[in-house]
């Protein structure tokens, strides 16, 4: 964060943008680079639950259950409170759990990068980090029952079928700033 430059927006209370959307749909690489651009911390919920856990997401799958993982993220979400102006990407079901949707509403808004999956399945390359995907129908499953999800629970929905990363980020990074939230 650069204080003195008045290019930056200051924010009162606890102003997160939470990305949310299908698996693969570029959320930590966005959070990443528009947290480069407008000096602003970025965080992942998947990272911060396999910190809590001690084990990746995976393994926690495998030994514990999806629902020893939904738990941590909703712990790790709740830990968020205490910081300021987070760039959050968010993993793909964090929308399975009300309390999830509930916390990010109340910490800031909730952007969804709605795409297609036949998109989301080309740009996942490692599947054993994604341990609720399974098969090809499973996959599809999967989104037909989240993309719901995301959009009620989207303040803001940005439309990434058919264009670039650089364009999307464009885009998101523009519309975040002209409302005020960069």
Same mark, same amino acid.
């Given at each position: 964060?650069?204080?003195?430059?008045?290019?930056?927006?200051?924010h009162?209370g606890c102003?997160?943008?939470f990305?949310?959307?299908?698996? /693969?749909?570029?959320?930590?690489t966005?959070?990443?680079?528009?947290?480069?651009l407008?000096?602003?911390?970025?965080v992942?919920?998947?990272?911060?639950?396999?910190?809590?856990? /001690?084990?990746?997401?995976?393994?926690?799958?495998?030994?514990?259950?999806?629902?020893a993982?939904?738990?941590?993220?909703?712990?790790?979400?709740?830990?968020?409170?205490?910081?300021?102006s987070?760039l959050?990407?968010?993993?793909? /079901?964090?929308?399975?759990?009300?309390r999830?949707?509930?916390?990010?509403?109340?910490?800031?808004i909730?952007v969804?990068?709605? /795409?297609?999956?036949?998109?989301?399945?080309?740009q996942i390359?490692?599947?054993?980090r994604r341990?609720?995907?399974?098969?090809?129908?499973?996959?599809?499953?999967l989104?037909c029952h989240?993309?719901?999800?995301?959009?009620a629970?989207?303040?803001?929905?940005i439309?990434?079928?058919?264009?670039?990363?650089?364009q999307?980020?464009?885009?998101?990074?523009q519309?975040?700033?002209?409302?005020?939230?960069?």
């Amino acid at each position: 964060m650069v204080p003195n430059d008045s290019r930056y927006v200051v924010h009162e209370g606890c102003d997160h943008i939470f990305f949310v959307g299908f698996l /693969g749909a570029g959320k930590s690489t966005l959070a990443r680079n528009l947290g480069s651009l407008f000096h602003r911390p970025n965080v992942d919920t998947d990272r911060i639950a396999e910190r809590l856990l /001690g084990k990746p997401i995976a393994r926690v799958f495998a030994e514990d259950g999806e629902d020893a993982f939904r738990a941590a993220e909703t712990r790790g979400l709740s830990t968020l409170f205490a910081k300021k102006s987070l760039l959050v990407s968010c993993g793909g /079901g964090i929308v399975e759990c009300q309390r999830n949707i509930e916390l990010m509403h109340q910490m800031g808004i909730v952007v969804y990068l709605d /795409g297609d999956l036949a998109d989301s399945m080309r740009q996942i390359k490692n599947t054993v980090r994604r341990p609720d995907l399974g098969d090809a129908r499973q996959a599809e499953e999967l989104y037909c029952h989240r993309r719901p999800l995301y959009e009620a629970s989207a303040d803001i929905r940005i439309d990434i079928r058919n264009k670039s990363f650089e364009q999307v980020a464009l885009e998101s990074g523009q519309l975040l700033w002209e409302k005020g939230l960069l």
